[in-house]
Nanobody
Framework: QVQLVESGGGLVQAGGSLRLSCTGSGSIDAMGWYRQAPGKQRDFVAVIRSGGSTNYADSVKGRFTVSRDIAKNTAFLEMDSLKPEDTAVYFC?????????WGQGTQVTVSS
């Protein structure tokens, strides 16, 4: 069974930075993050594919950077210039063999 282990997150002031990491196993085709704020739906944030291509939500472009250490099956989400509206639970996901697996989620809180 594939498990994704997330780390990072926490409390930061507006304008600050945080880094999330997500480690999986197996032959991973893509890794990325969604986020869910209280009372809202889960929204796409960023993804990095095995070939290195990336996509970002418009709301985080230019502020967030997704990267990957293939040897360690780990993806990273560097979040800079954080805003209070970035506050949410961030869920890592990985696509392996056509299936999507999810991490347990990590809280990111940005204070104004």
């Amino acid at each position: 069974q594939v498990q994704l282990v997330e780390s990072g997150g926490g409390l930061v002031q507006a304008g600050g930075s945080l880094r999330l990491s997500c480690t999986g196993s197996g032959s991973i085709d893509a890794m990325g993050w969604y986020r869910q704020a209280p009372g809202k739906q889960r929204d796409f944030v960023a993804v990095i594919r095995s070939g290195g291509s990336t996509n970002y939500a418009d709301s985080v472009k230019g502020r967030f950077t997704v990267s990957r250490d293939i040897a360690k099956n780990t993806a990273f989400l560097e979040m800079d210039s954080l805003k209070p509206e970035d506050t949410a639970v961030y869920f890592c996901y990985a696509i392996i063999g056509g299936f999507t697996y999810w991490g347990q989620g990590t809280q990111v809180t940005v204070s104004s």
